[in-house]
């Protein structure tokens, strides 16, 4: 599969392809009075390395999605500063690094029109990018991806809703690697399958990124899901960053109390 047209190369071997330096990120609701603020991110620093994959985990309210957003570039911070592939996060970034960055999320149909052919919906984020190559060239991109992901390249022309759960999360995997991005943020990707299509789309993750050497955030409170494809482990615990560390370290000995305390939930 050929490289798809970028502005500048990747950043030096050994680089992150995400850095946050304390960054924080805070959400207000209500006037006067009842004026709250959530903080959602408090001075949260965390790096991804290329072929790394970092497992975000925490309960619901943790920060863990909004965390997503400012790797995405979806959130700037309110204060510290974002870096996607070595470049300050900016609206030029984003645009300067569109394809390069992806999202896998919770729901397949999130990203996949219920009205187009599985194929046009693998390849729109080359059509975005203005990727040069025949429309049948890029539809040979597409197959080779869908193989890619264990799928037959005939389901090019079938509609999201034929195929089962499991295959239109396959789908939405090969169309975030259609651009063959460098970073990667799984939020909840697999939390919405069966037990066994999770197992089966968790190996088919950590197979493609030994493959692509992406790097990659996989956010989810599955701390067993995390363990599977994670290489490192970071905590939140309202908005802070209480635990990092290797994932057969942090899952051998889990160093903060509230690290201990989801644990006991496997």
Do not use: C
């Not at 071997?13 to 609701?29: C, N, Q």
């Not at 209500?30 to 072929?51: E, Y």
């Not at 919770?106 to 990018?129: C, D, I, T």
């Not at 190996?203 to 599977?228: C, K, W």
């Amino acid at each position: 599969m050929s490289t798809p047209d970028r502005k500048g190369g990747p950043p030096p071997e050994g680089a992150p392809v995400l850095e946050l330096r304390d960054v924080s990120v805070s959400f207000t609701s209500g006037i006067g009075r009842r004026r709250r603020v959530l903080r959602a991110m408090q001075h949260v620093s965390l790096a991804v390395r290329g072929g790394e994959m970092l497992g975000v985990v925490g309960e619901s309210g943790s920060g863990k999605s909004t965390t997503g957003a400012v790797a995405l570039g979806l959130r700037r911070p309110d204060s510290g500063e974002a870096l996607l592939l070595g470049r300050p996060m900016s609206r030029a970034t984003r645009k300067a690094l569109r394809g390069r960055v992806q999202a896998v999320l919770q729901h397949p149909q999130w990203s996949l029109n219920p009205r187009r052919r599985v194929g046009e919906s693998v390849r729109e984020p080359l059509a975005v990018l203005g990727t040069r190559g025949s429309r049948s060239e890029q539809r040979e991109r597409v197959a080779a991806i869908l193989e890619r992901v264990g799928l037959g390249a005939d389901l090019a022309d079938r509609y999201p809703h034929e195929l089962s759960g499991g295959q239109r999360q396959r789908v939405s995997v090969a169309r975030a690697l259609i651009t063959e991005p460098q970073l990667i943020v799984f939020d909840e990707a697999v939390s919405a399958l069966d037990a066994s299509v999770q197992m089966q789309i968790l190996a088919l993750i950590r197979e493609l990124q030994e493959l692509h050497r992406f790097g990659a955030v996989f956010i989810s409170h599955d701390l067993g899901a995390v363990q599977r494809v994670s290489d490192r482990i970071a905590v939140l615990y309202r908005g802070e960053v209480v635990e990092t560390g290797d994932t057969a370290s942090f899952f051998a000995s889990p160093q903060h109390p509230y690290s201990k305390q989801l644990l006991e939930t496997l």
